[in-house]
């Protein structure tokens, strides 16, 4: 016969208190327990093993103890490490978290609010891929709580961004420094504020050093495929290599990839086709997700502060739904140049 779960009228019983002080103790109420009775009540839920009933008190509260995070596709190995920050104080606070995948198509992102809001949940951690951001503003005014993380969109939220343009400009500068003139910029289409801020910085620190940008080593991807494909980023990497090998261009003394994974797929294929990094051609990526400290050589990168950014967005969105603020900030995190061995000077022996 299955143990019945111990309730807060046992704990009651067994303190030798009233159950309305019970909820309180286990609540963190701040009505005024003594220190006596509240170690009593802790002690009594203890021996117990009780384990708080959540549905329990979202009927009581009428809140959602879940919030949502909708992001475009946890293939890309920077959303997990944003994800993990985000569920580690979620877990500490007593919230539970929806993850939503968009695969890059606004309306899986449209599907998703809807079906969060329909569920009561009063709070979303969203990377918007949307230009039409109407439906959410329809969504914020009827009380949902948003926090905008990694890409900028035009409504009055809470927002955790990232400088992609100094990124871009640190990326630059750190090649630039190493003696490179020649540098390619590989990416999938600029379609996203986060790759046309990156594209836009890289460009600038280029000519502030003098240096004539040449478009024929900005490669891009004509359509972007993501969808389902797990390393679509890795595969484009590799079709951007091909895309300028068969250009009959000269070939550049470095490359600056707009991901970790895409700078992965661009390094297999130079290798496949004899080109060795860093000896003949020098590979920086962006992101500094786990993978790139792991491959040969070891990737030289950007760090985004994934995790980072994970934390600061529930922390931000729990205190506004705890505290039932409306307050809107924005905080602005900055790049971390990351050196491992895939990059060198040109005048290395």
Request: aromatic residues 8%.
């Amino acid at each position: 016969m299955a143990r019945k779960n111990a309730t807060i009228y046992d704990i009651a019983k067994l303190a030798k208190t009233s159950t309305a002080t019970v909820s309180r103790v286990l609540s963190n109420s701040g009505y005024p327990v003594s220190a006596e009775l509240r170690q009593r009540v802790l002690e009594a839920a203890k021996k117990l093993n009780y384990t708080p009933n959540l549905l329990g008190r979202q009927l009581k509260t009428h809140e959602s103890m879940d919030i949502g995070i909708i992001i475009p596709s946890i293939t890309n190995q920077f959303y997990p490490l944003l994800l993990l920050g985000v569920e580690d104080v979620a877990r500490k606070k007593g919230y539970n978290v929806l993850l939503c995948n968009t695969l890059r198509k606004p309306e899986n992102e449209k599907k998703y609010l809807s079906t969060l809001f329909q569920k009561q949940i009063k709070g979303v951690i969203i990377s918007s891929i949307t230009k039409n951001q109407d439906y959410l503003k329809k969504l914020q005014q009827k009380g949902l709580k948003v926090v905008a993380f990694d890409q900028s969109i035009p409504i009055d939220c809470c927002k955790i961004n990232f400088d992609f343009y100094a990124g871009g400009y640190m990326a630059a500068e750190y090649l630039i420094k190493l003696g490179h003139r020649k540098i390619a910029f590989l990416s999938a289409p600029l379609t996203r504020y986060s790759r046309i801020k990156v594209y836009e910085g890289f460009m600038q620190c280029m000519k502030d050093n003098g240096i004539e940008p040449n478009m024929d080593y900005v490669i891009l991807s004509e359509e972007e495929e993501e969808s389902h494909d797990q390393i679509y980023e890795f595969k484009n990497g590799k079709y951007l290599i091909n895309k300028l090998l068969s250009s009959g261009k000269p070939m550049p003394t470095a490359i600056f990839c707009i991901n970790d994974m895409t700078a992965f797929g661009a390094i297999q294929e130079l290798t496949k086709n004899k080109i060795y990094v860093p000896k003949d051609v020098s590979v920086m990526g962006f992101d500094n997700i786990p993978t790139s400290e792991m491959i040969t050589p070891s990737l030289t990168t950007i760090d985004q502060s994934a995790y980072e950014m994970g934390t600061l967005a529930a922390e931000m969105l729990i205190s506004n739904l705890e505290n039932s603020s409306d307050r809107n900030m924005e905080i602005i995190l900055k790049p971390k140049l990351v050196e491992r061995n895939s990059t060198r000077r040109i005048d290395d022996t």
